[in-house]
C-alpha cells in the first residue's frame, strides 16, 4: 500500500480525487501537495453553492438591475473583452488566462472554510473586496450559464398538436439531432389530459376568428419570449413577477375583454411589446430589441402551431403557479384568471387553424430585412439581457 503523501503513514485509506495521491486522515489532505488540491475543491465548492443559492426577492431585484445595466452599454461583454485584449501583461498574461471566459467571484479563505462546514453565505458577511468581487462574476455573467431559448430546437416542432393540444400522434422515432441547441428537457410539454383545449369552434361559438386574432397571437407570444429572455429561462419560483411583467409588456394579455388595440401586422404587434420594455426595462436599443425579438417569435412560428401551443401552455402554467404562491394575498388572482383564459383561447385558435402559423412566420420573416441591418452579425447570434 501507498504512503501517505504527507505524513508517510502507511495506513492510507482515503485518496485525493483531484491527484489520486494517498492520505490518511483530513489534515494529510489539506497539506498533501502544497495544499493546491485543498484550495482547488474549496474554490469550486464555494462557486457551485452560489450558483445553486437561491435569491431573495432583494437579490433577484439587485440581480436585474445589474442586468438592465448591462443592456443599457454600462456593463457589457464586449467592452470587458477589449479591455482583457488591451490590458494583458508584457509578459501576455491576462486576468482570465484560465480559460474561465469572464470574472471569477473570489472568496476569502474564512469565507470559504464557512461554506466547507456547510455555513450559508450572504452578500451582507461579505468583506467590501468579496462584494465587489462577486458584483463582477455576477454582471459578466461567471455565476450562471447562458440559456439557450428552447425554440431554437428543431425539436420543439416535431410533434404536432391536435386541436385540443396534446401530441396528435405518438412519435415512435427520436427526434432530430440537435446539437448545440436547447435542452429537450427544456421544451414546454403539449397539454396533458387535464390541460386539453376546449374546441375552438366551441370558444368561438362557432363565428369565424377574425383576422386580428393572428396578430394578437403574435404580441402575446413576443411577450412570453422576452420574458423568458429576461428570467434567463428560468422563471421558477419567480412566476409570479414574471406573469405580471408579461401583462405589463402585452397589451393582449393585460387588456380588458374588447380593449384591445387592433394591430395591423406582425411587426405592429412586436413594436408594442418594445415600446412597452423600452419603459419597463429601459432597454438600451429599441431598434435592436425590435429586431431581435422579431427573430425570436419568427423561430417559434417557424416550428408551427405546436410550438405556439407549448409557449402558450408555458404561460397558463406559470399563471397557476403563480396563484398556488400567492394565495393568502390573492394578489390579481381574478386578472390571471382572464389572462389564463386568453392564452388557453388563443392557443386553441392555434392548434385549430395550423396554417396560420405558417402564414404568421411568412409575415414576420418578410419584416425581418428592415430590422435586420439594426444590428451586426455578432450582436443577432448574442441573446438580450436586461
Known sequence: MSACAACGSTRTAYACPRCGARVCALKCYDGHNEGRCARAFRDREAEDALRGERASDDAKEAMREVLVRRARGMIGSEGSASDDEGGESEGGESEDESGGGGARCALSEASLERLSIGTELDVDG?????????????????????????????????????????????????????????????????????????????????????????????????????????????????????????????????????????????????????????????????????????????????????????????????LDAADATSRARRRGASRRARVRAKARYLAAYLAATPDVARRVARALDDARPFLDDASSPDDRARPLAF
Open 126 to 318: 461579505l468583506s467590501e473586496e468579496e462584494r465587489a468581487s462577486f458584483e463582477r462574476a455576477l454582471a459578466s455573467g461567471a455565476l450562471f450559464e447562458r440559456w439557450i431559448p428552447w425554440w431554437e430546437s428543431a425539436a420543439a416542432g416535431s410533434e404536432r398538436a391536435s386541436a385540443r393540444g396534446c401530441r396528435a400522434v405518438e412519435v415512435a422515432d427520436a427526434p432530430a439531432e440537435t446539437s448545440g441547441k436547447a435542452s429537450e428537457s427544456d421544451i414546454p410539454p403539449l397539454a396533458s389530459p387535464s390541460e386539453l383545449l376546449d374546441p375552438f369552434e366551441v370558444l368561438s361559438g362557432g363565428r369565424e376568428a377574425p383576422e386580428a386574432l393572428r396578430w394578437h397571437c403574435v404580441n402575446a407570444l413576443a411577450a412570453y419570449t422576452l420574458v423568458k429572455r429576461v428570467y434567463n429561462g428560468d422563471w421558477r419560483g419567480a412566476e409570479l413577477e414574471a406573469c405580471e411583467t408579461a401583462l405589463e409588456l402585452s397589451a393582449v394579455l393585460s387588456a380588458e375583454h374588447g380593449a384591445v388595440p387592433e394591430a395591423q401586422c406582425a411587426a405592429d404587434a412586436v413594436l408594442d411589446v418594445v415600446r412597452r420594455a423600452a419603459a419597463s426595462l429601459r432597454a438600451a436599443s429599441t431598434r435592436e430589441l425590435h429586431a431581435s425579438l422579431l427573430r425570436d417569435v419568427l423561430a417559434v412560428f417557424t416550428l408551427g402551431s405546436s410550438a405556439c401551443v407549448r409557449a402558450f401552455l408555458d404561460l397558463t402554467r406559470a
